[in-house]
Every structure is written in structure tokens, then in C-alpha cells.
């Protein structure tokens, strides 16, 4: 059992982890860290986490683990303040949503103490935010990215991996740059798109909500997401998230010309290959 996780950022993803490892005794304290110390006191009596401080020195004193699990924006800053706390047996990760930006970060900033940073990633999560929606259960049978730096240790990514397969996830490995490119397409475009349709509605009849109905509903509802993460992960990174808008508009060009030339039989393959795709996911 590790002795002391400290959690960087106690919300919805940090919440949820602190909640997993105490209910499987995987910690003998989970210490959460934050500015808020009203929120972090309300976490306390929640039962998310054991202990708080608002003072990072007494927050990490005698860490394990350090997990980072705020703002991927906050994350030049937070890894200056950590740096001189960082001590030869203690390993740094983060839950942060972009990972290319967070290693150039790590490599600029924490020089000989770099290999016990380990960049992760668990694709889990809601639209909801803050410690109120964590779950114990987020991250059961979802996959959590590992992306390690030429300078980490292997015992230490390994127990980076096995603290989230102890919580019920399933740990893949690959490259910073080849994470941003598989969630630029597969998470940053689809809440682009549902930020962007939302707009659009009430751009267009702020009224027509009254009339959305469960598809409306379902593909929009991403766009409940945090906004302060989400224009950090956009800032963070940018140029994937251009490129798929970009090659997506292609996509809806092709459909608008199937529809203005009446083309029947490349709208029902447009939609059959979608529907086929989609159901070999779920099926």
C-alpha cells in the first residue's frame, strides 16, 4: 500500500481518483491540495479526502505520488512551484487532457528532477465539474493514457500503472504526439462540435431548444463541459484540433453537395457506413 497520494486540484477527475483509492485501500492518506480551503474542507468531510492544506510544501511533504489533476493551463506554474519539492524517491503524474504541451512544459522546467514526472491520461470523465459529481466508479474499464518521457524510471511508470489498474482501468501506452493527434480526433473535436452546435441553435432561434428532442439532446450534451478546460485544452492544443475542424469541414462539404445534387445513393452510403462503423463500436 502506498503511504501518502497527494491530489493537485480536488474536481471531478481528482475527486474521482481520491474516492477509487480509498475505497480500495490503496493509500493510507489521500491529501488534497487546492486555493479554495473552504471546498477543500467540504472535500474533507465528504470522505473524499483525508487531510488538505492550501501551502504545496505541507501538501507533498512525504508524498508518494503527486497527481495533477487541474487545469492543463495552470501547469507551467504549478510544476515552478513544485520543482523544489520534488524529492529523489517521489513521482509526479498528471490526469491533464493534452500531453505534448505538458512534456515540453516538464522538460523546460524541471531539469534533473524530469524522470520523476510521468505524463498520464484516463479518458474518463462527465459534464459535470467539481468534487460534488466525482465517482468512485469513473474510471472502471476506461482506458488511461500513459505517455512516458526518454528519462523515467520503469519501476516508476510501473507504479504510475498499476495505481490506475488498481482502481479499475485499463493502462495503454504511447507517445505524447500520438496522443494529441487519437484525442484531437476522438474527445477535442466532438466537444468543438458540440460547443459549436449549441451556439449555432441559439445564434440562430434562442427558442428552438423548447423543441430539441433526445438527439438533440444526447449530442450536445458535451457541451456542459468546464469552459475554462476546455479553452485550455484548445490553447494546448491547437494545431490538432485545427486540422480535424478543418478536415471535418471537408466532410460536411461532401454532405451538403450529395444533398444539393440530390444524390440518393451517396447519402445512403454516407449514412450506412456511419451507422455500420458506429454499431461495430457498441456492438
Not at 240 to 262: A, P
Amino acid at each position: 500500500m502506498i503511504n501518502k497520494i497527494t491530489i493537485i486540484g480536488v474536481g471531478l477527475i481528482g475527486g474521482s481518483l481520491a474516492k477509487a483509492l480509498k475505497s480500495n485501500n490503496l493509500a493510507n492518506i489521500v491529501f488534497g491540495f487546492g486555493r479554495d480551503q473552504n471546498r477543500l474542507e467540504a472535500a474533507t468531510k465528504e470522505g473524499i479526502i483525508n487531510q488538505y492544506s492550501t501551502d504545496l510544501k505541507i501538501a507533498v511533504d512525504g508524498a508518494d505520488i503527486v497527481v495533477i489533476a487541474t487545469p492543463v493551463g495552470s501547469f507551467e506554474s504549478l510544476l515552478h512551484d513544485l520543482k523544489p519539492l520534488i524529492t529523489q524517491h517521489m513521482i509526479v503524474t498528471d490526469v491533464g487532457s493534452t500531453k505534448s504541451s505538458i512534456a515540453n512544459s516538464a522538460k523546460n522546467i524541471l531539469d534533473e528532477m524530469l524522470s520523476n514526472f510521468i505524463p498520464a491520461h484516463p479518458i474518463a470523465g462527465k459534464e459535470k465539474s467539481g468534487f460534488e459529481a466525482s465517482d468512485a466508479g469513473l474510471f472502471l474499464n476506461k482506458k488511461v493514457i500513459i505517455t512516458p518521457l526518454d528519462t523515467n524510471l520503469p519501476e516508476s511508470i510501473n507504479t504510475i500503472k498499476k495505481m490506475w489498474e488498481d482502481v479499475g482501468a485499463n493502462v495503454d501506452f504511447m507517445s505524447s504526439e500520438s496522443h494529441d493527434e487519437l484525442l484531437g480526433m476522438t474527445s477535442h473535436l466532438p466537444h468543438m462540435l458540440a460547443f459549436s452546435l449549441v451556439n449555432y441553435l441559439v445564434s440562430q432561434n434562442p427558442s428552438a431548444s423548447i423543441y430539441a428532442a433526445g438527439g438533440f439532446k444526447d449530442f450536445s450534451r458535451i457541451a456542459s463541459g468546464d469552459a475554462v478546460m476546455w479553452s485550455d485544452i484548445c490553447l494546448n492544443n491547437k494545431a490538432q484540433i485545427i486540422k480535424h475542424i478543418k478536415n471535418y469541414q471537408k466532410t460536411l462539404d461532401s454532405l451538403v453537395s450529395f444533398i444539393d445534387n440530390e444524390n440518393n445513393d451517396k447519402l445512403e452510403a454516407f449514412f450506412v457506413n456511419a451507422k455500420k462503423t458506429r454499431d461495430s463500436w457498441i456492438g
